[in-house]
């Protein structure tokens, strides 16, 4: 395997606290060494200008395959993540079937093998068929090597199930992973309740039916001293919840996503299904606790929650119309244009977020979301200047349904690498 | 026969829109535009002449994915009094329960030739996504709980005939607040015109969210009732709920419904008006909606006229901006 030296690119690592220009050689697939200069021998990538970091680890994509391939494949939605700078994704087990046993889990393992372009984790289903009704097989799950458990797309009704998951799940050190949603209390709702839905008349989810089962789960994961993870969190009582659970020793981490660290329903007059997602964009207020939260580290990562649905699910009327949106392509330019670019994120917070605490979140082995020495060499290496317009050419997932088309952004992933292999590099 | 109406003057400068999408993105002077227009087709109609040929040659499609009969029937008769010919598409007898989108419908409807649709939908924003769409003149005939401008136009036609200049005066709309287009588009016409807005119904279905919309909230009607000089009493809308907001129709009626001993508390001049079809004796008894303080038939003339003014005014925009190009 041939050896390769970044040079001269900003490495920032914030698993070590580095941000210094330098060198950085991969001999072997593996992070060997910094500031060595060139033997010769090894392929040289030119980073100056750039910055080096470890690639992008994404707790929350939905691949859609098996079941849905008409919005995603693993191929496509690997590639996706390649194009996005992501070395790891983790996908969610809401596909058709849903994967609740150890072959759903190797299909999935075989296809993304297949595809060769980053590594992808499962996630298992907490329950039996996605039904709420009774647990899935974690442990037979877990020897197949899944991640976390989560009924995603939907939360557990039936609070005792969700009480046993948690404490089934700590016999195999693994994280419950919750949607958290009331289904009554969000009423077939179809964006965000407030001024905005009283506007245009559009049926509210309001954002306590997200928050009552935020603070249920707090409190089970509290009560069972289970392993918490609260999927795409939306709203400023849920980030203050996560605070106070957080100061109280609960075992709680938390993800949010780059849409509701920067778009509020205020867009929703355009009546863009594009803006259609669950949770649902919320207010400016609960978008700058977000941020807040983000910064303060209540909110552990960034992760995407991308949903692709192809384009004839998305072309209908808006009551109708499915709920999610692509973002693994985009995450990386949203949020450096604009939090970094705004002055309110710094390069060294997103890499965190988006690399180091989601590897810590589900434990990713082989010191990836790190380049320390030693650690399997999964980088990126980012264009922060580099101006796009999102258009649907770009994209490589199978589904374009991105608010963001049309806009000019700035920044790109330039260069992937995963396990010391070059899978993406942009001319 | 078809006759003149030298009174609707020139086409106004002022008119640019060849869509009706809402009223909430009017301005005044546009608003004023389609009630003086409005107001002079009424005119003629009550004086005979109800037959004209501004439209001739323009083919109307009213295409509605939610039942309605006067509103449909309403539009139909204003194009076809002005001399366009008009063509009902219903959803129910379309290809749309074999999954056709309605873009695709209304692309079709178009490519078989017509200038303007009247549409109406059960979700917010289809009128809007089909002006994006299609070439021809878009007008809302209701989209779900959003707009329906005709209704805003002639209830506040209604309200300008019997109370003249609206500055000032207090219009309360009563009601199932939350899933009503028409209490929407009556709040920004009404606003537009220097009126005071109240809403009021049950706590269930008004939110204080109207307040930041410029409007007062309230749910107590008796509280309200020596203030107000027109009432527009909504009807209860049971097919859009999941759950029920109130225990009960009586319970609703008692609290909110609109009676003869209610009338003896109002202002002598109160103005009644309804957007029908009404349940009759629970938003209004038969003694207050046959009464003489009732506008309610009016209100249905009224709506010929102001549909009228809508497809002549859009169809001249519509026209203009061919030239244009």
């Known amino acids: ?427 | 026969m078809i006759n003149d109406l030298p009174e609707l003057g020139e086409f106004p400068e002022g008119w640019k829109r060849k869509h009706l999408l809402g009223l909430e993105d009017l301005t005044k002077e546009e608003l004023l535009i389609l009630l003086d227009k409005a107001q002079v087709f009424r005119n003629a109609f009550d004086e005979g002449r109800r037959k004209f040929s501004f439209l001739s040659g323009h083919t109307s499609v009213t295409l509605f994915f939610e039942n309605s009969t006067r509103t449909r029937t309403s539009f139909t008769l204003a194009a076809q009094r002005l001399g366009a010919s008009c063509v009902a598409f219903a959803a129910s007898t379309s290809s749309l329960s074999k999954g056709e989108s309605v873009i695709d419908t209304a692309k079709n409807l178009e490519a078989m030739g017509c200038e303007s649709m009247v549409v109406r939908h059960s979700t917010p924003g289809i009128p809007h996504l089909l002006a994006e769409s299609v070439d021809c003149s878009i007008i809302n005939a209701g989209d779900g709980a959003h707009e329906h401008p005709t209704q805003g136009l002639l209830d506040i036609l209604t309200m300008r005939q019997r109370l003249g200049n609206l500055e000032g005066k207090t219009v309360c709309v009563v009601g199932d607040i939350a899933h009503s287009r028409v209490a929407r588009s009556n709040a920004w016409g009404l606003k537009k015109l220097g009126a005071h807005v109240i809403v009021c119904g049950p706590s269930t279905l008004v939110s204080p969210y109207w307040e930041e919309m410029g409007v007062e909230y309230s749910h107590n009607l008796d509280a309200l009732l020596p203030r107000v000089d027109v009432l527009n009493m909504l009807r209860i809308q049971f097919e859009r709920q999941f759950t029920s907001p109130f225990p009960s129709i009586r319970e609703y009626s008692l609290l909110f419904g609109m009676n003869g001993e209610r009338l003896r508390r109002a202002k002598p001049e109160l103005l009644v008006i309804a957007p029908g079809p009404i349940n009759r004796g629970v938003e209004l008894t038969p003694e207050v909606a046959d009464g003489p303080q009732s506008a309610i038939l009016d209100q249905v003339s009224n709506g010929l006229a102001v549909r009228m003014a809508v497809l002549w005014l859009t169809d001249g925009a519509r026209k203009r901006l061919a030239q244009a190009k």
């Open chain 1, 1 to 427: 395997m041939q050896s390769i030296l970044i040079k001269n690119g900003r490495v920032i690592d914030p698993s070590q606290g580095m941000d210094c220009v330098t060198n950085v050689l991969i001999e072997n697939g593996r992070i060997t060494g910094f500031g060595l200069q060139p033997s010769g021998r090894e392929r040289e990538i030119d980073a100056e200008g750039k910055i080096v970091a470890p690639g992008f680890v994404d707790l929350h994509t939905h691949l859609r395959e098996p079941g849905f391939e008409e919005s995603e494949t693993i191929f496509s939605g690997t590639d996706a993540a390649l194009n996005g700078g992501y070395t790891t994704i983790c996908c969610i087990p809401n596909t058709n079937p849903p994967i609740d046993t150890p072959a759903d889990v190797e299909f999935i393992q075989d296809q993304a093998v297949r595809a060769d372009h980053c590594n992808v984790c499962v996630i298992g289903c907490i329950s039996k068929n996605r039904e709420g009704k009774e647990l899935a097989e974690m442990g037979n799950l877990a020897r197949k090597g899944v991640v976390g458990f989560s009924d995603d797309g939907s939360d557990i009704e039936n609070a005792e199930l969700l009480r046993r998951a948690f404490e089934y799940a700590q016999m195999f050190d693994l994280p419950i992973m919750c949607h958290t949603e009331d289904k009554n209390l969000a009423n077939r709702g179809v964006m965000n309740e407030g001024l905005v839905a009283t506007r245009l008349g559009m049926r509210g989810i309001p954002s306590i039916a997200e928050d009552v089962m935020t603070a249920r789960a707090i409190m089970l994961a509290e009560y069972t001293k289970g392993r918490l993870h609260l999927m795409h969190i939306s709203t400023a009582k849920g980030v203050e919840l996560i605070r106070e659970a957080k100061c109280h020793g609960v075992n709680v981490t938390a993800e949010v996503t780059p849409h509701h660290l920067t778009l509020t329903d205020e867009l929703l007059v355009s009546f863009d299904t594009n803006l259609k997602m669950a949770p649902p964009l919320r207010t400016q207020a609960d978008v700058d606790a977000c941020v807040a939260g983000l910064l303060d580290g209540t909110l552990d990562c960034i992760a995407t929650d991308h949903a692709p649905h192809s384009a004839e699910k998305k072309q209908r009327e808006i009551d109708l119309a499915p709920f999610g949106i692509v973002g693994l392509e985009t995450s990386l330019a949203v949020l450096n244009t604009e939090l970094i670019l705004k002055g309110k994120m710094s390069w060294t917070q997103l890499i965190e977020k988006m690399s180091w605490n989601p590897a810590k979140v589900v434990k990713l082995k082989e010191g990836r979301g790190t380049l320390a020495q030693g650690a399997v060499a999964d980088v990126v290496i980012i264009d922060p200047e580099l101006r796009w317009t999102v258009t649907e050419k770009e994209f490589r997932s199978g589904s374009a349904n991105s608010p963001w088309l049309g806009k000019e952004l700035v920044g790109r992933a330039v260069c992937v690498l995963v396990n010391g292999r070059i899978r993406l590099l942009r001319r």
